[in-house]
């Protein structure tokens, strides 16, 4: 969506909120999607508010990205709204991202504590798969076969993390996977937008980062 918007020269927040229509399949349905799209709509607009998407005043080769997700699947869905805001070193491809905002709407929130927790936990895992996980062979075995050379997310990498739940008194759905998988497009649009470079493929590495930058394959 957000290379789309840019290829016709729109706003890539207006595009997607043009698109949420809430019309046929998309108006939603009792009892697990009443509202539909303008629900997604809502968490989208609101992760843009707290973030402050598109306004500007960061540093060189800084920038936020959006992106909107429906967990679950379309009869019982999560809307999850996120952003990232990434700095992007030229010289080495290292992408530091430095926080992350999520407005997760799932009906009433049973559990205010769990809820939480299974989002940043979703969230944290979204993160590690699109920067650094990623299972490599040769000659028929596993390269890394040990934590010394694969490297998830460690402590040291999380970002400040913002998470709103939305206020809603509609039937509750499901917090397992709706935070992870709104990462990863998040990230590439900021990345996009801090230094120019699309990255199309999991994970998103430092070498792989570096190689678009110098305009060659990694």
Known sequence: MDEAARHIGQD???FRLDHFTAQGRNAGSAPNAVGGATRQAGVLKRVAEISDYGKGGLPADTAIGIATTSGQSRSMPTWVGGAVQVHVDRAT??????KVWLVVDCGTVVDPDGARAQVEGGAMWGLSMALYEGTEFAGGRVVDSNLDTYTPLRMIDAPEMVIEMVDSTEVPTGLGEPGTAVIAPALA???????????????????AILAALNGTKA
């Open 12 to 14: 890539p927040l207006q």
């Open 189 to 207: 649009n900021a990345i996009f937008a801090a230094v120019g470079v699309r990255m199309h493929h999991l994970p998103m590495t430092q070498q």
């Open 93 to 98: 491809g290292y992408v530091n991202v430095q």
